[in-house]
Structures are given as structure tokens and as C-alpha cells.
């Protein structure tokens, strides 16, 4: 996959949170909506003011956006996920976020869990 396909809309991320199903471990919480028929997976981002100030914010959303990218090949196709982070992240390195990212994808079931980690 070249590029992400992105959830922007408030009315998309309002289906996802409505319909969908959340999962969460420490560090992050996602919902998940499948939706049938989607050649894709798209991805929504919501990193809280409470993270620290617009350099924090964006250095998070571009280390999940790349993480999703590298494991574009193991997601589950037509599903709509929204990553909403929590605290800890801030101080989490990049290995860390993609390991408890590949955890809680497993947990809602949007990533196969062979290929090795």
C-alpha cells in the first residue's frame, strides 16, 4: 500500500464510534467497523491537547501512521479503524507503540496474528 486511506470526515469518525467496536490496552484505544464489500482499510487518528503541544501531537500521529503503513500487509481489509491515544504514549518509543498497537489490533481482531512478529 502506497499511501493510507484516511478516515477524515466528522461523519465518518461518528459511524465508526456509533457502530463500531472499541478495544483498548494501556496505550491506546481502537474502534473497529467492518465494513463489507471495502477493498481497504482506513485509518482515523485522534491524539488529545492533553498530549502535550502540536509537536508532540504530530510526532505520535506520524509513528502510528507509519506503523499501520509497515503493517498494511497483515490488516484485515474493509475495516475503518480509529486510534485514539492515551498518556503513556508520550514517552513511549517507536518500538513500543508498534508493539502495543500490533497487541490491541490482534485483541479487535483487524490483524492476522501469523507472519511473525
Known sequence: MKTLKRLKKN???????????SF???QFVIYVLKQPGQPYTRLGLSVSKKMGNAV??????????????E???????????IVISRLPVRT?????M???????????G??????GD
Open 56 to 69: 508532540m501531537r504530530n510526532h505520535i500521529k506520524r509513528y502510528v501512521k507509519e506503523i499501520f503503513r
Open 92 to 96: 513511549m518509543s517507536y518500538q513500543e
Open 98 to 108: 508498534q508493539g502495543s498497537l500490533i497487541h490491541v489490533l490482534k485483541k479487535a
Open 24 to 26: 483498548a490496552n494501556r
Open 110 to 115: 483487524a490483524m492476522s496474528g501469523n507472519k
Open 11 to 21: 461523519k465518518d469518525f461518528q459511524v465508526v464510534f456509533d457502530k463500531g467496536k
Open 71 to 81: 503493517l498494511s500487509d497483515r490488516l484485515e481489509l474493509g475495516n475503518d479503524c
